[in-house]
C-alpha cells in the first residue's frame, strides 16, 4: 500500500497501528492526522527508535497488505472497480449496471435469481 492510502484513510489504520505499535495512542493519531512525517516523529518517540529506524519500519509495515476493513470500505470500492476494467470485453464500461449484460433474469442453479 502507498502512504495515500493511509492518510486518506487515516481513522480507519489506527487499530492496524496500535496492533503494529502499541505504544501509540489513538488521541495522539488523530492529531497527527496523516501527516506522515509527523507519523514518523511521534513512532520513533514511542518507541524510542532513531528516525532512520522508523522510517523503515514504517515503510515495511506499508509494504504489507491493506487492512480488510479499508478495503472493503466503499471509498476504496471505484479504485477496485477501475482496477477490474482490464477484465471486461471490448466496449463494456466497468461502471455500467450489470443488468445491460443480460444475466440477471438467469436462475442460479440454487432456483434463485440473483440478487442486485
Given amino acids: 500500500m502507498k502512504w495515500v492510502h493511509v492518510s486518506e484513510n487515516w481513522?480507519?489504520?489506527f487499530e492496524a497501528i496500535i496492533e503494529k505499535w502499541p505504544e501509540a495512542d489513538e488521541a495522539e493519531l488523530e492529531e497527527i492526522d496523516g501527516d506522515q512525517r509527523a507519523f514518523i516523529r511521534y513512532i520513533?518517540?514511542?518507541t524510542g527508535q532513531e528516525t532512520a529506524e522508523t522510517r523503515d519500519e514504517?515503510?515495511?509495515?506499508?509494504?504489507?497488505?491493506?487492512?480488510?476493513?479499508?478495503?472493503m470500505d466503499?471509498?476504496?470500492?471505484?479504485?477496485?472497480?477501475a482496477l477490474s476494467s482490464k477484465y471486461l470485453g471490448e466496449g463494456e464500461d466497468e461502471y455500467d449496471d450489470d443488468?445491460?449484460?443480460g444475466d440477471d433474469d438467469e436462475v442460479r442453479g440454487d432456483g434463485d435469481r440473483p440478487r442486485d
Fill in 74 to 81: 466503499p471509498a476504496h470500492d471505484n479504485h477496485s472497480i
Fill in 11 to 13: 481513522s480507519a489504520f
Fill in 99 to 101: 443488468a445491460r449484460f
Fill in 58 to 71: 514504517i515503510r515495511e509495515w506499508l509494504a504489507g497488505e491493506i487492512p480488510s476493513d479499508i478495503v
Fill in 44 to 46: 520513533s518517540e514511542v
